[in-house]
C-alpha cells in the first residue's frame, strides 16, 4: 500500500508542471447573446455577455452578466402592471467535454444574484435574489474562433422565499 501511495505521490509531481503551465496560458472565449428567464409565473429576457478562462482542455471559470430587455404585462386583482428583469450577475467553474476540435459539451455551477422589478398601478418594487446555480450546454465553432452557443441553466435561489428560474440561451462565442 505505501508503495502505491509513493508511486502516485511521484506521479503527480511529474504532472505538476504540465498542469501548472496550462494553467498559465488560458484560453480565452467572450460571447454575447440573449437569454430567456422562465420562472413558471413569469417569461422575461435579457441581452447576456460572458468572460471565460480555460485554464486546461478539461477546466474553466467564466462570469456573466445580463440586463433585462424583454418584461412581462401582468394583471394582479383587475390592475395591470408589469415585470422587468434589471440584471444579473454569476461566476461559473466550467467543465468541458471536447467531441471534436469545433463541437464541445460544458457543464457548469456557480452563484449568482439577480435584480427583478415590477410596478402595479404606479407602485413599484424590486426583489433582489441570491442563486445557487448549475447547467450544461454546447460550443460549436465554425471556424475555430467564431461560433454559437446553447445553454441552460438552472437558477436555485437561497432565501426565504426560495424558488427557481430555468435560463435558455443562444449566444455568438469567439475564442481569443
Avoid: C
Amino acid at each position: 500500500m505505501r508503495n502505491v501511495l509513493l508511486s502516485a505521490a511521484a506521479l503527480s509531481l511529474l504532472a505538476a508542471p504540465a498542469m501548472a503551465q496550462s494553467f498559465s496560458d488560458p484560453q480565452w472565449t467572450g460571447s454575447v447573446g440573449y437569454t430567456h428567464l422562465d420562472s413558471g409565473d413569469n417569461s422575461l429576457g435579457g441581452v447576456t455577455g460572458r468572460v471565460g478562462a480555460r485554464l486546461s482542455p478539461y477546466i474553466g471559470v467564466e462570469g456573466e452578466a445580463s440586463f433585462g430587455v424583454k418584461d412581462e404585462d401582468i394583471t394582479i386583482g383587475g390592475v395591470s402592471g408589469t415585470v422587468e428583469h434589471e440584471y444579473d450577475a454569476a461566476l461559473y467553474a466550467v467543465g468541458t467535454v471536447p467531441v471534436s476540435e469545433n463541437f464541445e459539451l460544458f457543464g457548469r455551477v456557480g452563484y449568482g444574484t439577480t435584480s427583478i422589478k415590477a410596478d402595479v398601478a404606479g407602485v413599484s418594487t424590486t426583489e433582489d435574489g441570491e442563486s445557487l446555480n448549475y447547467g450544461a450546454g454546447v460550443n460549436w465553432f465554425f471556424d475555430g474562433q467564431n461560433g454559437v452557443r446553447a445553454d441552460w441553466t438552472r437558477r436555485d435561489f437561497t432565501d426565504d422565499a426560495g424558488g427557481e428560474v430555468d435560463t435558455y440561451g443562444l449566444s455568438y462565442v469567439r475564442r481569443f
